[in-house]
């Protein structure tokens, strides 16, 4: 029963949301700063994880290819298909989960214990939608950290790769080029356009409606990032299984 109750309050929480809009030029602000904080102040961490993993991608997958037989290009393909199909689309936006996500749910939850959502609530503002939807329109530019990711992750390969004499920029070059699909470029970027929602709606659910004290907070944080990586891998395996088993 908890479970439904829970699931029925994220739904109630999202029609709430997109009802009883704020002034136009208060949601542009509020928009502006989301933008700032969970876009623009996770594009260092991203950019750092992306290039080095990048460069291990390459470097293991170099290490294992020692047949003669197996065309050295085969670091530069695997490098691609590694990044673009999964590690930039999934794996930073677990790892989004826990800086993006902890930082949602702990803001708001902190509204909510010092009483500033019960004020809002009191001034006739609709705080669902003062509080979540400016992150829902900045999370709309999450795919461009994702591309972001992708470059960055295929230059630290190429750079580990060559510099590491393990291949040379020809090779490199061509794998990258070898048997490209377009199409998994479109299902990158669906499957980050979901997964950008998981992350403005779910963490902002656990921080709104958590009930107690600072300590609950905390406990909010970790709630929030296990629900929304859970739903995250889920959602992941679901159009993974929609858009490329066909």
């Not at 102040?41 to 994880?49: D, E, M, N, P, R």
């Not at 790892?95 to 930082?103: D, N, P, Y």
Request: zero cysteines; aromatic letters at 14%; glycine letters at 10%.
């Amino acid at each position: 029963m908890r479970y439904i109750e829970d699931i029925g309050s994220y739904f109630l929480m999202l029609k709430r949301t997109f009802g009883g809009f704020t002034k136009r030029s208060v949601l542009k602000e509020l928009i502006f700063k989301e933008i700032d904080d969970l876009i623009i102040g996770s594009l260092g961490i991203v950019a750092f994880i992306s290039f080095f993993v990048g460069g291990v991608i390459a470097i293991q997958t170099a290490l294992n290819v020692d047949n003669p037989i197996i065309p050295k290009s085969l670091i530069g393909f695997a490098t691609r298909q590694s990044i673009v199909l999964e590690f930039a689309p999934t794996f930073i936006s677990i790892i989004m989960a826990g800086k993006v996500g902890s930082f949602i749910t702990s803001s708001i939850g902190s509204m909510r214990v010092t009483e500033q959502i019960d004020a809002l609530e009191v001034m006739g503002i609709n705080s669902l939608n003062y509080l979540v939807f400016p992150k829902i329109i900045a999370l709309l530019f999450f795919p461009f950290v994702i591309a972001l990711s992708m470059f960055l992750g295929i230059v630290g390969g190429l750079i580990a790769g060559v510099y590491g004499g393990f291949t040379t920029l020809t090779e490199f070059s061509t794998g990258l080029q070898e048997d490209f699909n377009t199409f998994h470029l479109v299902y990158a970027f669906i499957k980050t356009f979901v997964f950008a929602f998981i992350l403005a709606t779910v963490p902002s659910w656990q921080g709104y409606y958590m009930k107690g004290g600072a300590l609950e907070v905390g406990k909010a944080s970790t709630n929030s990032f296990v629900w929304t990586s859970v739903l995250i891998i889920l959602t992941n395996f679901i159009i993974t299984q929609l858009l490329l088993s066909s």
